[in-house]
């Protein structure tokens, strides 16, 4: 299960192993860090693209969670980051890896057990549910373990609520 947290800066990205027995397990995580303004959106974007690429073709996930884009006070900045979504959508869509999107509350909400969470707690609550010494880090990483996690938690529910 691969987790990914777009953004035109900095993507994070988790990848969690979910066994059928057994606890999850993170196999790895990190951030895709883009060039900063100066540079075209475009070439940008092609970055991350290619670089979530080669994580998609490393780790073959099963399935790629993402989440959906906020309602921001910003306009501009919900666009972009609307940019960066279909970058990723697009990367999945052309690995045929399914994809499932969460809103941020939702996410939050699995893994905290609130939908206002903060940042650091979220990284609290990954490190404890993976059975991890630290949140990974940096935060946006941590934010793309949590989107995994997530899919893993809820596809799991499912799982039981049809057996």
Same mark, same amino acid.
């Given at each position: 299960? /691969?987790?990914v947290? %777009?953004? !035109?800066?900095?993507?994070?990205?988790?990848?969690?192993?979910?066994?059928?027995?057994?606890p999850?397990?993170l @196999?790895?995580?990190g951030?895709? #860090?883009?060039?900063?303004?100066?540079?075209? *959106?475009? !070439?940008?974007? =092609?970055?991350?693209?290619?670089?979530?690429?080669?994580v998609?073709?490393?780790? #073959? %996930?099963?399935?790629?969670?993402v989440?959906?884009v906020?309602?921001?006070? =910003?306009?501009?900045?919900?666009?972009?980051l609307?940019h960066?979504?279909?970058?990723? /959508? @697009?990367a999945a869509?052309?690995?045929?890896?399914?994809?499932?999107?969460?809103?941020?509350?939702s996410v939050?909400?699995s893994? !905290?057990?609130?939908?206002?969470?903060t940042k =650091?707690?979220?990284? *609290?609550?990954?490190?404890? *549910? /993976? #059975?991890?010494?630290?949140?990974?880090?940096?935060?946006?990483?941590?934010?793309?373990?949590?989107?995994a996690?997530?899919?893993? /938690?809820?596809? #799991?529910v499912?799982?039981?609520?049809?057996?």
């Amino acid at each position: 299960m /691969l987790g990914v947290d %777009p953004g !035109t800066a900095a993507t994070g990205y988790g990848i969690v192993e979910r066994p059928d027995a057994g606890p999850m397990r993170l @196999l790895e995580c990190g951030v895709v #860090r883009l060039p900063g303004p100066a540079r075209a *959106l475009a !070439t940008r974007l =092609n970055i991350l693209h290619d670089e979530l690429s080669a994580v998609i073709a490393r780790s #073959r %996930p099963d399935a790629l969670a993402v989440e959906t884009v906020f309602v921001a006070h =910003n306009a501009r900045s919900a666009l972009v980051l609307g940019h960066a979504r279909g970058v990723v /959508l @697009l990367a999945a869509a052309q690995a045929g890896v399914p994809v499932a999107e969460y809103a941020p509350r939702s996410v939050k909400q699995s893994v !905290t057990g609130g939908g206002g969470a903060t940042k =650091n707690q979220v990284g *609290l609550m990954v490190a404890r *549910l /993976l #059975r991890l010494k630290n949140p990974p880090e940096p935060a946006d990483a941590a934010d793309g373990v949590a989107i995994a996690l997530t899919h893993c /938690l809820r596809t #799991r529910v499912l799982k039981r609520a049809l057996i």
